[in-house]
C-alpha cells in the first residue's frame, strides 16, 4: 500500500539475464574464514588427563601414601648409649618405653624431660591445690615398674 509520493524502485534481478546473475553475490552475511582452533582441543585433553589422573589418585591414595610413609621413616635398631631421654607428653606411653629401655639395660641413666609450666601453677600451690607435672607422673610410673630404685633418674 503505497502513498505514492515515492517511485516504486525497479527491480533489477528481472532486467539482468542469467549470465550476469552470477556475479551477484548471496544474501548471506560475509565471514572470514578460520581454521579450527587448536587451543580448546588442547584445553579439552589437558582437562581430560587432569581428571584421569585425579581418578587414579583419590583410588589408589591408601597404597601410594603407605609406601610414600614407609620411604619417609626411618627405623634404626636400638643400641646402647650414655642416656635414655624420656620426652614430654604422652606420659605413661613414653614413661613405660622408657623404663623398658632402662630394664634391657641399654643405657644407665634415664633423662625426663619437663613440659612448660602453665601459668598460675604457684597461686595453686599457695592455695594448696595439688597439681601433678608430667615429671611427677613420669616418676610415678618408674617407681611402680622398679626403675626408680636403680637411681637412674636424672
Known amino acids: 500500500m503505497s ?13 539482468r539475464s542469467p549470465e550476469d546473475r552470477s556475479t551477484i553475490p548471496d544474501a548471506k552475511p560475509i565471514e572470514p574464514e578460520s581454521a579450527p582452533s587448536a587451543g ?24 601410594i601414601l603407605t609406601q610414600m610413609g614407609k620411604y619417609l621413616v626411618v627405623q634404626h635398631p636400638a643400641a646402647k648409649s650414655d642416656l635414655i631421654v624420656c620426652m614430654a607428653g604422652s606420659d605413661v606411653e613414653r614413661g613405660m618405653a622408657s623404663a623398658d629401655l632402662f630394664a634391657r639395660g641399654l643405657a644407665p641413666r ?17 592455695k594448696g591445690v595439688a597439681y601433678l607435672e608430667s615429671v611427677d ?18
Open 40 to 63: 580448546l582441543s588442547v584445553f579439552k585433553w589437558v582437562l581430560v588427563i587432569a581428571a584421569f589422573i585425579y581418578i587414579l589418585l583419590s583410588y589408589f591414595h591408601g597404597p
Open 3 to 15: 502513498l505514492g509520493f515515492w517511485p516504486k524502485p525497479k527491480s533489477t534481478e528481472s532486467s
Open 137 to 154: 607422673l613420669v616418676t610415678m610410673v618408674f617407681r611402680g615398674l622398679g626403675v626408680y630404685k636403680a637411681k637412674g633418674l636424672l
Open 110 to 126: 634415664i633423662f625426663i624431660a619437663r613440659e612448660p609450666i602453665p601459668e598460675g601453677l604457684e597461686t595453686r600451690k599457695q
